[in-house]
């Protein structure tokens, strides 16, 4: 089992930066590939970004790409999401994920390959 707890959403102008921290407890976090899922009313769950369980390998959305990014330190179980050159249509509940599956890049973007979830941070952005 794997706990994982979200943190550093809020609101932000447009053009403005935020970073996300996604802190997990439980088992060991380096067994785990990790991502961000963004989610509004009435939408699916979209996927944002995510990295493989070393850090060596990144996947973006190409929504976000050049504009965010993901890395994770395994020393302190976390995973952040740089956001920059945030936009109101970056205006959404921002989750955390891990899997324990051994995924190829394309299994990465869905959110049916991950166990675990976090409760979700608001980010909003004003125009």
């Known amino acids: 089992q794997v706990q994982l707890v979200e943190s550093g959403g809020g609101l932000v102008q447009a053009g403005g930066s935020l970073r996300l921290s996604c802190a997990a407890s439980?088992?060991?976090?380096?067994?785990?590939?990790m991502a961000w899922f963004r989610q509004t009313p009435g939408k699916e769950r979209e996927f944002v970004a995510a990295?493989?369980?070393?850090?060596?390998?990144?996947y973006y959305a190409d929504s976000v790409k050049g504009r965010f990014t993901i890395s994770r330190d395994n020393a302190k179980n976390t995973v952040y999401l740089q956001m920059n050159s945030l936009q109101p249509e970056d205006t959404a509940v921002y989750y955390c994920?891990?899997?324990?599956?051994?995924?190829?890049?394309?299994?990465?973007?869905?959110?049916?390959?991950?166990?675990?979830w976090g409760q979700g941070t608001q980010v909003t952005v004003s125009s």
């Open positions: 994920a891990a899997s324990r599956s051994l995924m190829t890049r394309w299994d990465y973007a869905s959110a049916s390959k991950y166990d675990y």
């Open positions: 990295i493989t369980r070393s850090g060596s390998t990144t």
């Open positions: 439980g088992r060991p976090f380096s067994n785990y590939g």
